[in-house]
Every structure is written in C-alpha cells, then in structure tokens.
C-alpha cells in the first residue's frame, strides 16, 4: 500500500458550500415540522424529566452536534445536569430525548435494556449498518447472534489468535514503520487494525481487496453521525454508496468463505464468517447473506475503530506522560526477559501486561471514543418520580461519570494506578465496553490487539508528538484534529 494511499485515510472535515447548507436547513425545519406536529403533544405528559426540548423544529439537535463534533459532549451533558438533575429531557434528531446519567443511570440503563427499551439504529445508523444486526436485535434474536459472535471472542478461540495477531502486527511495523522519523499515527494506526481483523477474523490478505474495503469503510464511518438528508454531495448520500460497494465485497468473501469451508480448506470454529453462516433462527433457519453482512459491518466499524483510536490515543498520552511509557518499558521487559529474540507472544504473556491495560484504561476514561447510545423506550417507563412515555429516545453517555470528581478524583488528570489499586473504581462508573446483555462481544479481542500493538510499539520506538496542544474532534470517533504526526526514534536492542 503506498504512503499516498495511506494518507487517504486521514479523517478531513468536508468543506460545505453555502447551497449545501441551505438545503441542509431546510431539510431540518421540514423534518422538525412534521416530527413535532406528530410527537409534540407527548411532551406535555405529565411526570417527565425537566428539562428543555429546545428550539422549535430542531430542539437542541444543533448544540449536541457542535458538541459532538468538538469533543465536549460531557459540557453538554454536565450543563443540564447542573440545571435540571441526573436526568433530564431534551430533543435530538427530532425526537423527544430523555438522557440519564450518574451510576444509577448506568446500573438502571444496563439491567434494564432489552426489556424496557430496544435498539433504536434508526436514520443513518440503521441505514448504513443495516437492519440486520446485534445493534438492531432484540430478545431471543439478540441473545442468538450474539451467542455466535462470541464463538469467535472467548477465551478458547483468543488463545489461537495471539500468534497470527502478533505476526500480523510484526509485519505492518516493518512495511509502514520502521526506517520512518515521521509519521502520521491516525492514519497508519487505522489501517493497521482494519487489516489485522480482515486477517485475524475473516481470512482476507489480499492487499488490493484490503485497501479497497477500508476505504469503504472510512466513508461509510463518517456519515453515521450526520443529519438524515440523502441528497448528492452530502455525508449520508456517500456513506450509502460506500456500504454499496462494501456489500459488493463482503459476497465476495461470503461465497468464498461457504466454498473454501464446504472443501474443507478452512475450519469453521475460528472462522467469524463461518460462525455467523451456520447460525441458525428459531425456526432453524440459516441467517440471510445480508444479515452476515449487516453484523459484519456493525463489528468492524464498531471494534476495528474504536481499537485504532484507542491505540492513537495512548500514542499521544504517552508521549505528553513519559514516566508511564517507562513503566509499560519496564513490564515489558519483564515478560521478555525469559524469551528468545523474536520469539512470539503467548496467552500467558498477555495476561502479565497489566499496567499496559490500565494505561488502556484510563486513555479509554479521558477520551472514551463512543460518547452514547440511543434508544427508543417500548413501554412507558417509570424512573423515580418520572414517567416516560413509550416511543420516546433514551439516551446514555459515557461522559457523565468520567469526569465527576466523585468518582474519579482529579478527573482531568491522567493516572493509570487508578486502575491498579483495589477498590478505587466506583461500580457502574466506568463503562468503555458497556455493560450487561449488551456488553461489547469484542472487548477482550480488542484489548488483545491493543496489548499486542503497544507492546510493539513500545519494543521499537521512543516518540515525540509533532503538533504541541493538538486537539480532539469526533469524526465520528474522537481523533487527534491533525492525525497524530509523531517523530520517532529507534530503540536499539541491547
């Protein structure tokens, strides 16, 4: 892949004409019109949340966005609650909102979900994941697609992935890496982990197809988060015809995946595509092509970007807290002292990396990459005093204990020994995979990468950050705004 092909993946805010904006807002006031002359009697329901529904026609849709787009989604947050309490109304996307916050938000949204609300994947979450997918199920069908991804995420099955993973790894530090002073880490970093999961989880290697696929992929990324407005030239309109393209690949591999498996060239117990293949409904039937595409689309958008912008992330707090890259130096050492030179890494050598996660940890608490889940209530809900009405959107986000100084002292300062003395976290304070029936089923394949890169990275390279200050944007995963440009410098084996 050359350096230019790379560079293409760099997130780049898209400049707006001013007639692409004027469709935008009219687009909004005629979806806001009809949203609120349908919807707007229900926000006269006696016993909801305080709270403010906003503007008429967009509600607070304008002010979440701006604060989505800049990282300061926990001000929004904290500002309401100051003003109204832990929970409070509001209207997003042009549905009425009900957002909770706290610990008890948290316990309440994780034992409760699935039973008192459903996934609401509606607009462009729905339109370029797909209809098909765990995002989208409920009950029994949730339970069983779930149940079969995590064939291929239990301990079991990780134990065979850590030395394929670890090659993997290996191979792209030799091509995009070393003999480089300068590099842009976003970028190498994305598309590091999305050709890792092709080859770890769906037995794709061929370059071409690779590349292809994840520029797919960055394209349909960044129209999730956009205002519901299919014209030309929008976010959305691209996004969709990006998933095109990626349906058109994932037959591909679908087919190849049933042949190779049929002639016996690939065991289907470690194969992703495979598992989700030989699932099976409550009927018996086998799950559609286009739901195995749907739910592969939602794992990769969902874990290879959150990886890749958790490991970019560590880069840039390592490089402004040099003692912590000592201490991970340090551990690491440790584990190697008793390997040869090259040797891979093992399940036991993972399991001993333990600063190394809470350093994970902590950069997942100052910037968690996902900001929220949306909702939709299918009964009216009673919480405390409150009452929700059925069909309104419920929201969570992970902001709204992360930064109180109640639950983690100092809260603007990043301390990985947090993680490490017992007791220190507060329960249901601290949630980067979620929690509960819906927890991530990739969490620990995630932190499997994660470890495994950083170890890597940490074994061949000192760096330095590029840009001084550079700030976070949502895009729609928090990214350093320039790409993370990073001088490196070469750690000699001794």
């Not at 909004?28 to 906003?54: A, E, H, N, Q, W």
């Not at 938000?105 to 699935?114: A, C, I, S």
């Not at 842009?184 to 970093?189: D, K, R, S, T």
Request: aromatic share 10%; charged share 25%; net charge positive.
């Amino acid at each position: 892949m050359s350096h230019s092909a790379i560079r293409k993946f760099e997130f780049v805010e898209q400049d707006r004409t001013t007639a692409m904006i004027f469709l935008t807002a009219i687009a909004i006031c005629t979806m806001g019109f009809y949203v609120f002359t349908k919807k707007r009697s229900r926000g006269r329901v006696d016993g909801l949340p305080p709270g403010s529904l906003g503007q008429p026609f967009v509600g607070e849709t304008i002010g979440f966005l701006r604060a989505f787009k800049t990282n300061k989604i926990d001000e929004f947050i904290r500002h309401r609650v100051m003003a109204y309490g832990p929970v409070f109304k509001t209207c997003l996307f042009g549905q009425p909102t009900v957002v909770f916050t706290g610990p008890a938000g948290n316990r309440f949204w994780l034992f409760n979900d699935g039973k008192l609300f459903h996934g609401n994947a509606q607009g462009p979450h729905r339109a370029i994941i797909g209809p098909n997918s765990l995002l989208d199920k409920n009950g029994e069908d949730h339970r069983r697609i779930r149940a079969s991804l995590m064939k291929s995420f239990s301990p079991d099955s990780l134990k065979k992935l850590v030395g394929r993973m670890d090659s993997a790894v290996r191979r792209h530090l030799d091509e995009y890496w070393d003999g480089r002073d300068l590099v842009h880490a976003v970028p190498l970093i994305k598309f590091q982990t999305f050709a890792v999961t092709c080859d770890v989880l769906f037995n794709l290697q061929n370059r071409k197809e690779v590349e292809e696929l994840c520029e797919h992929f960055k394209v349909a990324t960044e129209g999730i988060y956009t205002f519901p407005l299919r014209l030309p030239g929008t976010r959305l309109h691209r996004a969709l015809k990006a998933r095109t393209h990626i349906d058109r690949i994932l037959s591909g591999m679908i087919t190849r995946r049933k042949n190779d498996f049929l002639a016996g060239r690939v065991s289907g117990e470690e194969d992703l595509i495979w598992s989700l293949l030989s699932m099976t409904d409550k009927e018996d039937k086998p799950l559609t092509d286009e739901a195995v595409k749907d739910n592969i689309v939602l794992l990769i958008i969902a874990g290879h970007e959150t990886t890749a912008m958790t490991l970019a992330l560590m880069c840039k707090m390592l490089s402004s807290n040099p003692h912590c890259f000592e201490k991970i130096a340090q551990e690491r050492e440790e584990i190697v002292s008793h390997k040869s030179a090259g040797e891979q890494l093992t399940w036991e050598d993972i399991q001993r990396m333990k600063y190394l996660w809470s350093v994970a940890q902590e950069t997942l608490r100052i910037i968690p990459p996902i900001s929220g889940i949306f909702r939709k209530a299918t009964t009216d809900i009673n919480y405390g005093p409150y009452t929700i009405p059925k069909g309104w959107t419920l929201y969570w986000s992970n902001y709204s204990t992360v930064y109180h100084q109640d639950f983690f002292p100092a809260p603007q300062k990043f301390d990985p020994s947090r993680f490490e003395r017992s007791g220190g976290i507060i329960p249901y304070s601290f949630l980067p995979f979620g929690g509960g029936p819906r927890m991530c089923p990739g969490n620990d394949y995630a932190k499997l990468e994660i470890v495994i890169t950083m170890h890597h990275l940490v074994k061949r390279y000192r760096w330095s950050a590029q840009v001084g200050g550079e700030g976070i944007v949502r895009n729609p995963l928090c990214v350093p705004a320039m790409g993370l440009p990073l001088r490196l410098t070469p750690i000699r084996e001794t």
